[in-house]
């Protein structure tokens, strides 16, 4: 398995959508086929269209809030003693994440079809979170679709989603949570398509969701590869992008400018607690290829291949599935995935933040704990350069309940 060159991560599948012959593919119900034709017949003559790339460039700045800042973290790097680190700091970005940008894209798709309403999925509720904020500011009505047992469990974001005007749907068939939410939100999809539009919060689910996310955050490496070189005047010989993934779309959106540069990318995944058996890191544990909504991918499964538990203090990351896009990263070498466990993140968290002025979230410090181990085994002309994708301050009472204390 190879990565062409010249040709856009998101476009190297063959007739049946899928990555290296292996991975994504549009695993849905007949009954999904017409509305994910449409949409993708739209999404592709609106990313050659010039006014419609205008436009989204305008809300990025005036909305999002781009370009978001690229700093170096002299402190962190003095005191690991090695390369030299640096930090894109999209959690600067409105909403705190880079979520919106997926989110913006969607909300600004819908109003082309002529869509009033827009629905979505979502786990931990960052997502609904994120979409009912653009729906806000687009004039979108939203409903989020959400599993009965995180409503129960994430009452900031519910309150959140209640606030900017969405109408949260609970979903109470089979484990009340993420994985039902998505069915139940396709399945609400297929009979109200006319009037519609759909929003899958990362580079997940059938392919034109996988599309339209990793294109909407490939805004972030857009940025960084212009940022890189004002500070390096070239790209610097060696260089490493590190960042955490869940469904996999800030990575993406990361990686996506240097796909044909000699960066180095790695992939954190979330290890869950050191002491469990259980983790959210399907591509660090060899998992088997498994279909998990709509798409085929390396997927945390059970000996009957159901999809198994998963655990971690991360709830961005704690999802059974990874992108296809990253499963052809993977195995066509152009990436490397590995893990860090709760207690590396949460330790991460802290050195970060006592050394620096950024707060990371629980997921970025994922990726943080990577370069913390990394650095000191390197040199002075070793870049590496960390995606700081959310603020912690969503994190604020699990990180005073693990560490005793949470200052920003
Ligand atoms: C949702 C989320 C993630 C995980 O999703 P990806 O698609 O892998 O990016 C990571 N970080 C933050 C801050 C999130 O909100």
Known sequence: MRIKKGIALIDQHDKNFMYGGKFGGNFVPETLKKPIEDLTNLFEKLRKDKKFIKERNYYFENYVGAPTPFIKLENLSD?????????KVVSE?????????????????????????IIGDTGAGYAGKMLSMAAKKFG????????????????PNVDAIKKNGAIIVPVKTGSQ?????????????????????MCVGSTVGP???IKICAWSTAQISRELIHQVKDEFGKLPKKMRLINCVGGGSSAMGFWNEFMDTDAE??????????????HAAPLTNSSKIGILHGAAQYVVQDKEGQIGLTESISAGLDYPGISPLHCYLKDARRARYTSA?????????????????IS??????????????????LNFSDIIIVNSCGDSIKDKDIIKNKLGSYIR
């Open 207 to 209: 392919n034109i969701f």
């Open 341 to 357: 466990s709760d207690e590396e993140a949460l330790k991460a968290f802290k050195l970060v933040s006592r050394l620096e002025n």
């Open 140 to 155: 979108l009505k939203c409903k989020i679709f959400m599993g009965a047992k995180d409503i129960s469990r994430q009452k």
């Open 177 to 197: 949570t993420l994985v039902d939410a998505v069915s139940e939100c396709m399945r609400y999809w297929v009979s109200n398509c006319d009037t519609t539009h």
């Open 79 to 87: 005191h690991l003693k090695g390369a030299q680190i640096y930090a």
């Open 93 to 117: 970005a409105n909403g705190g994440a880079h979520k919106i940008y997926n989110a913006t894209v969607h909300c600004l798709i819908a109003r082309k079809a002529g869509k009033k309403y």
């Open 360 to 377: 990371p979230s629980l997921e970025p410090s994922h990726a943080f704990a990577e370069a913390i181990r990394l650095a000191p085994k």
């Open 265 to 278: 990318f790695i992939g954190v995944e979330a290890g869950g607690p050191k002491k469990s058996k259980l």
